[in-house]
Structure formats: C-alpha cells, structure tokens
C-alpha cells in the first residue's frame, strides 16, 4: 500500500468527497494511474475555490482507493478522470500550520513546492500524524 497526498481546492474536494471520487491534476489521468485498491489519499488544500486568492492551506479530506479503475467522466464537454474512493466520514479540517514540526512532509524550507505536481507520496508516519489529527 502507498500513501499519497493530492493538492486540490476545497469545494472541489467536497464535490469529490460528495460523489465518492478522487480527481487530480485538472483531471488529467497520470497521477490517478499510481494509485491501487487500499491506498490511503490524504487532500492538501492550499486555497478554498479554484478563483480565491485566500489561502487555506489546510488537509481538508482522507480516504481510501476502492477499486482498479480509473474511468472518464463526461460534464458538458469537460471530461476528467476519477478513481473511486471511500472517504472517513466525520473527520474535520486541519490547518498545515497545525502540525508543523510533526511531519516529514514540511520539514524543508521549501517543502511546498514538489506540491505543484499536484500528486505526491505521503510517509507513513505522516499520514499517521495527518488521520489522527483529522479524527480518522
């Protein structure tokens, strides 16, 4: 099993969180490709909508990948991949800021850019520190 962490805005997190899927990377394939059934993935929200220049920077959803497909969705012309995922109900937002010093993800100064790609690995001890403080 691996764990990853997806940078995504919030409401669309929420709308994926909503329809039990995960979609990455303005809905391009690649980064859903790695993932396998069992597979935790953790979102980093670093702003609430797509069109806010707030920042949020915040976990804002956890869950795990249920099954192998990775399918296409057709939205009025936009036609993003998804994977199934099955997300722990009840857990609350947790502001990065929160856990500083506690993950291996931000010990770098400049830990937020490899988040650009917008799909990364996640140790297992960071995921550990991000579900407990989520209350997964």
């Known amino acids: 099993m691996s764990n990853w962490l997806g940078v995504v805005n919030r409401d669309?997190?929420?709308?994926?969180?909503?329809?039990?899927?995960?979609?990455?990377?303005?809905?391009?394939r690649p980064g859903l490709d790695r993932m396998r059934?069992?597979?935790?993935?953790?979102?980093?929200?670093?702003?609430?909508?797509?069109?806010s220049a707030a920042h949020l920077r915040a976990f804002t959803a956890v869950g795990t990948v249920t099954d192998d497909?990775?399918?296409?969705?057709?939205?009025?012309?936009?036609?993003?991949?998804?994977?199934?995922?099955d997300y722990v109900a009840g857990t609350v937002e947790v502001p990065v800021a929160d856990l500083a010093g506690t993950l291996d993800l931000t010990a770098g100064p400049r830990w937020g850019a490899p988040l650009r790609r917008g799909l990364v690995a996640l140790s297992d001890g960071d995921l550990a520190v991000i579900r407990r403080a989520m209350g997964a």
């Open 37 to 51: 059934p069992g597979d935790w993935l953790v979102y980093y929200s670093p702003r609430p909508s797509m069109d």
């Open 69 to 85: 497909e990775v399918w296409q969705a057709d939205e009025d012309g936009f036609s993003p991949w998804r994977r199934r995922v």
């Open 12 to 28: 669309h997190v929420l709308r994926g969180v909503s329809l039990g899927i995960a979609q990455i990377g303005h809905g391009r």
